[in-house]
């Protein structure tokens, strides 16, 4: 499996590290609610800062000696985030292009060489994935909602492995998450603080089916 070549963010909540953080174990409700882009965001751009630049600017640098993320730290980390870079549409979260704003803001402020674009097309999306985790870069997805019936309940799977192979435990809708390996059938993904797989052609059938491209898509990230 193509991967990522460094740990991902862990943070340390209760007596368990997590694959990436979680929305609900944040203090703010509208976070708890609905943050998982910012989540996402402020994961991606902590491997970036770590792994690439090597030094952790402001919004991290109570963050930079620790290699488990504490909980509380991490959680100041992002209200901090969605204060300043990913402000949300109440109950609604953020959007497409309110991700791709923010993480530019970021990468200006910040002096980082990369850019960010949302992908409004599935054209090449498995093949901007791969560039991505070759170069060592998180790949920001989202299952959009249902569409055009923003109130339908269809979901893709999310499995985890099993003795007997992997099994689907739960499923997504209008969620963001963040792939961190890839093969020709699977994704490796981090999502609700937890190592899940999602299956390729599954993906593809949900959005056909029950969603739509622009909105089920990723942020591809670049170095300039």
């Known amino acids: 499996m193509l991967s990522l070549r460094h740990p991902y963010i862990s943070v340390h909540v209760g007596a368990l590290d997590s694959y990436g953080g979680g929305q609900q174990h944040s203090s703010s409700g509208m976070v708890n609610r609905c943050g998982c882009g910012i989540i996402a965001a402020t994961d991606t751009l902590l491997y970036l800062c770590r792994y690439h630049m090597g030094v952790m600017p402001p919004p991290f640098r109570s963050l930079e000696n620790e290699k488990v993320l504490p909980s509380p730290l991490y959680d100041a980390c992002i209200l901090d985030m969605n204060h300043r870079f990913f402000p949300m549409i109440p109950y609604a979260g953020i959007n497409g292009l309110m991700l791709m ?44 909602p249902n569409f ?32 961190t390996g890839m093969d020709e059938n699977w994704l490796r993904i981090s999502s609700w603080g937890r190592l899940y797989y999602l299956n390729r052609s599954e993906f593809e059938a949900y959005v056909n089916q029950h969603s739509a491209g622009f909105i089920s898509n990723i942020l591809y990230i670049e170095k300039k």
């Open 148 to 179: 055009p019936v923003l109130w339908g309940k269809k979901r893709t799977s999310f499995y985890v492995p099993t003795p007997n192979g992997l099994h689907a435990v739960t499923g997504a809708r209008a969620h963001y998450f963040t792939v």
């Open 101 to 144: 704003r923010g993480m530019e803001r970021f990468f200006r402020k910040y002096h980082m060489p990369f850019s960010a674009r949302w992908c409004f097309t599935r054209s090449g999306m498995w093949e901007k994935i791969e560039r991505m985790l070759k170069n060592d870069i998180p790949v920001i997805m989202s299952v959009g």
